[in-house]
Structures are given as structure tokens and as C-alpha cells.
């Protein structure tokens, strides 16, 4: 175990966290996207069906952008997530391994 695989691995783990981070204001800010869609279309009179059936139709079709938006937020979420995982299981592994090395110099 060298120098250089730890700080690889704790390199990885800052920038996949940082990732993640991303991931998250950039799926928080498709919600407050289809939340101000929502409003627009309210207060335009965009939505004037005369029954809740029609309403929920015509919202979902004005606002199809920032519906399929959200989506592929959430799937860049997950994937950040998980690659934040894997990160922290390599540091993780590594912190071991330099654990275990130390125990078995004796020191």
C-alpha cells in the first residue's frame, strides 16, 4: 500500500461527494421548476377543466418538460449516489488494508 493508492482513493471519494452534491441541487432546483410551472399555469387560467380529471390532464400535459426533467434527475441522483458509494467502500477498503498493515509490522 503506497502513498499514492490512498490518495487516489481519497481523491475519488472528494470528487464523487461533490458529484452527489451536484446531483442534488440540480434535482432540487427540476422540483422547484415544475412547482413554479404549476403556479404559472394556475394563475394564467392554463388549467380550466371542469372536472379534477380533466385538470390533472391538462397539468400533465403542460407540463411535460419539467416532469420528464425531473426524471432524469433522479436517475443522475441514484447514479451519483451510487458512485459515491463505491468511493466511500474504497476508502473504506483502504483504511483497512493500512490497518491491517500496521498490525502486521507490529507497530
Same mark, same amino acid.
Given at each position: 500500500?503506497?502513498?499514492?493508492?490512498?490518495?487516489?482513493?481519497?481523491?475519488?471519494?472528494?470528487?464523487?461527494?461533490?458529484?452527489?452534491?451536484?446531483?442534488?441541487?440540480?434535482?432540487?432546483?427540476?422540483?422547484?421548476?415544475?412547482?413554479?410551472?404549476?403556479?404559472?399555469?394556475?394563475? *394564467?387560467?392554463?388549467?380550466?377543466?371542469?372536472?379534477? =380529471?380533466?385538470?390533472?390532464?391538462?397539468?400533465? *400535459?403542460?407540463?411535460?418538460?419539467?416532469?420528464?426533467? =425531473?426524471?432524469?434527475?433522479?436517475?443522475?441522483?441514484?447514479?451519483?449516489?451510487?458512485?459515491?458509494?463505491?468511493?466511500?467502500?474504497?476508502?473504506?477498503?483502504?483504511?483497512?488494508?493500512?490497518?491491517? =498493515?500496521? =498490525?502486521?509490522?507490529?507497530?
Amino acid at each position: 500500500m503506497d502513498e499514492k493508492t490512498i490518495d487516489v482513493a481519497f481523491s475519488v471519494y472528494k470528487h464523487e461527494r461533490e458529484g452527489l452534491f451536484q446531483a442534488s441541487d440540480e434535482l432540487k432546483e427540476a422540483k422547484s421548476d415544475l412547482e413554479n410551472k404549476k403556479i404559472k399555469v394556475f394563475t *394564467e387560467g392554463k388549467i380550466d377543466g371542469s372536472n379534477d =380529471i380533466t385538470r390533472k390532464a391538462q397539468y400533465a *400535459e403542460l407540463t411535460t418538460r419539467e416532469q420528464s426533467n =425531473i426524471e432524469v434527475k433522479e436517475r443522475d441522483y441514484a447514479l451519483a449516489q451510487l458512485a459515491y458509494d463505491l468511493a466511500s467502500y474504497e476508502v473504506r477498503r483502504v483504511e483497512l488494508l493500512v490497518q491491517f =498493515i500496521s =498490525i502486521s509490522k507490529g507497530e
